[in-house]
C-alpha cells in the first residue's frame, strides 16, 4: 500500500508542479490542466503498454507484500 501511496503522491506532486509552471507562463487553470492531459492523447500502443506494465508490477508488488504480512502473525 505504501508502494502505491508513495507513486501516487510524486504523480499528484509532479501534475501540479507542471500546472503551477504552465500558470506562471500565463495559461489559465483551465488551458493547463488541457496542456498537461494533451499528452495522454499522443501515446502510442507502446508507451501505453509500458504504462499499464508499471501499474501491474505496482500491484504485483503490493500483492506480494500483503502476502507476506499476512504470513507473519
Partial sequence: MKILGVSFFLLVSCLMFSVGMDML?????YGAVK?????FKLTTFSEWLMLCLFGLFLIKEM??????????P
Fill in 25 to 29: 507562463q500565463g495559461f489559465s487553470l
Fill in 35 to 39: 496542456n498537461n492531459l494533451s499528452a
Fill in 63 to 72: 500483492a506480494a507484500l500483503y502476502r507476506t504480512n499476512k504470513k507473519d
